[in-house]
């Protein structure tokens, strides 16, 4: 099977992907180059340079990134700093057809069952009002590539049309460092279209890497990068789905860390 270039820039395809005008999102535009961006302390975990502007398609129209507070992630009392595994392009975030998708970080550090671990999930604007958050000592997981599911454990499923901000928050110093250092942090966006023509498409294609490929074209970053990831993490991936894998992180812009790095796993929310 050829597998996706990822020099090539795809277009969208028009009029499939959803996004109700309708929708009061505080939005906000990066200034400046990404020469300028590269200057911001996130940059060193994306290519610096033409390729950030390769490889993958336009959010649809009318789609732009809600307010967060970093676009990439802050250190705090760890070694390293954990990144938000969302493409430069789309500005910290991406959208999903899934009510309970997959969120992906890089952790460059092992997580140890005696840090203190914080999810944060919060919509923004909208007809609801979601304000998940909830804190707990991590499992032991290598460090890398680890997913946190949405939709358990009272994890709200997301809803069509909203925007939702997502953080993940790591004291290294454990709970007694809570209020008394900074956590190392990450975040990002996400928001919930509707694509019936891609869902039909998508249940007629058993092969993962051309169900990531059709979410990329599309610009369902959180679904393409989900159906390989998952995939990985079972007995019968293949080199195919690794090298599909890596060739989605290089469209995003990630740096060869990210790109090259292990998925440690999935991460449950417990239940509060």
């Given at each position: 099977?050829?597998q996706?270039?990822?020099?090539?820039?795809?277009?969208?395809?028009a009029?499939?992907v959803?996004?109700?005008?309708?929708?009061?999102?505080?939005?906000?535009?990066?200034?400046?180059?990404?020469?300028?961006?590269?200057?911001?302390?996130?940059?060193?975990?994306?290519?610096?340079?033409?390729?950030?502007?390769?490889?993958?398609?336009e959010?649809p129209?009318?789609?732009?990134?809600?307010?967060?507070?970093?676009?990439?992630?802050?250190?705090?009392?760890?070694?390293?700093?954990?990144?938000?595994?969302?493409p430069?392009?789309?500005?910290?975030?991406?959208?999903t057809?899934?009510?309970?998708?997959?969120l992906?970080?890089?952790?460059?550090?092992?997580?140890?069952?005696d840090?203190?671990?914080?999810?944060?999930?919060?919509?923004?604007?909208?007809?609801?009002d979601?304000?998940?958050?909830h804190?707990?000592?991590?499992p032991?997981?290598?460090?890398?590539?680890?997913g946190?599911?949405?939709?358990?454990?009272?994890l709200?499923?997301?809803?069509?049309g909203?925007?939702?901000?997502?953080?993940?928050?790591?004291?290294?110093?454990?709970e007694?460092?809570?209020?008394?250092s900074?956590?190392?942090?990450?975040?990002?966006?996400?928001?919930?279209?509707?694509?019936?023509?891609?869902e039909?498409q998508?249940?007629?294609?058993?092969?993962?890497?051309?169900?990531?490929?059709?979410?990329?074209?599309?610009?369902?970053w959180?679904?393409?990068?989900?159906?390989?990831?998952?995939?990985?993490?079972?007995?019968?991936?293949?080199?195919a789905?690794q090298?599909?894998?890596?060739?989605?992180l290089?469209?995003?812009?990630?740096?060869d860390?990210?790109i090259?790095?292990?998925?440690?796993?999935?991460?449950?929310?417990?239940?509060?």
């Amino acid at each position: 099977m050829t597998q996706p270039s990822h020099l090539l820039v795809l277009p969208v395809l028009a009029g499939l992907v959803s996004v109700p005008s309708s929708l009061h999102i505080p939005w906000r535009v990066h200034a400046g180059s990404p020469k300028a961006w590269a200057s911001q302390p996130h940059s060193i975990h994306y290519q610096i340079g033409e390729t950030l502007s390769k490889g993958l398609p336009e959010l649809p129209p009318g789609t732009s990134s809600p307010e967060t507070n970093s676009g990439g992630g802050s250190r705090g009392d760890c070694s390293e700093k954990p990144f938000a595994l969302t493409p430069y392009i789309y500005d910290a975030g991406g959208l999903t057809l899934s009510a309970s998708p997959t969120l992906w970080f890089h952790s460059p550090f092992p997580l140890t069952a005696d840090m203190w671990f914080k999810f944060e999930l919060e919509s923004v604007d909208g007809a609801i009002d979601v304000d998940f958050e909830h804190s707990f000592p991590p499992p032991t997981m290598a460090e890398g590539v680890i997913g946190i599911p949405l939709g358990t454990n009272q994890l709200p499923n997301l809803e069509v049309g909203q925007a939702y901000t997502w953080k993940v928050l790591i004291y290294c110093g454990g709970e007694a460092a809570v209020g008394q250092s900074s956590p190392a942090m990450t975040e990002g966006w996400i928001i919930r279209t509707e694509n019936l023509a891609l869902e039909n498409q998508v249940a007629g294609t058993p092969d993962p890497v051309e169900v990531s490929t059709l979410y990329r074209d599309s610009a369902i970053w959180y679904d393409a990068l989900s159906i390989l990831g998952n995939e990985i993490l079972t007995d019968i991936s293949t080199s195919a789905t690794q090298t599909a894998w890596s060739a989605l992180l290089m469209d995003g812009g990630f740096a060869d860390e990210i790109i090259n790095a292990p998925i440690s796993g999935i991460l449950h929310i417990p239940t509060p």
